[in-house]
């Protein structure tokens, strides 16, 4: 059974950072795109980051973009999202998502909590 498992969220005042992982337990990772998306309360579920198999591209949300980076490890099934200059308007869970580039299999997280307050 496939698995995608977040970690990494939690609380932090606006204009810190966190850094969130999803270990995944896929056989080929190597032949997967991983984003990350979010949702916050009341609206709806928004891609906030992509990253191709190799790791050498990436794509993002206007309105991460010069804060997020996403990043993969694929020795070791892992995919990143470091958030900085966090604004309260980027609370919301933060789920991982794996697409196979071939037979678009589709997989998710259960989200991990991120909430910018102070």
């Known amino acids: 059974q496939v698995q995608l498992v977040e970690s990494g969220g939690g609380l932090v005042q606006p204009g810190g950072s966190l850094r969130l992982s999803c270990a995944a337990s896929?056989?080929?990772?190597?032949?997967?795109?991983m984003s990350w998306y979010r949702q916050a309360p009341g609206k709806e579920r928004e891609l906030v980051a992509t990253?191709?198999?190799?790791?050498?591209?990436?794509s993002y949300a206007d309105s991460v973009k010069g804060r997020f980076t996403i990043s993969r490890d694929n020795a070791k099934n892992t995919v990143f999202l470091q958030m900085n200059s966090l604004k309260p308007e980027d609370t919301a869970v933060y789920y991982c998502?794996?697409?196979?580039?071939?037979?678009?299999?589709?997989?998710w997280g259960q989200g991990t909590q991120v909430t910018v307050s102070s």
């Open positions: 990253i191709t198999t190799s790791g050498g591209s990436s």
């Open positions: 896929l056989v080929t990772f190597s032949r997967y795109d």
């Open positions: 998502n794996a697409r196979h580039i071939v037979f678009k299999n589709n997989y």
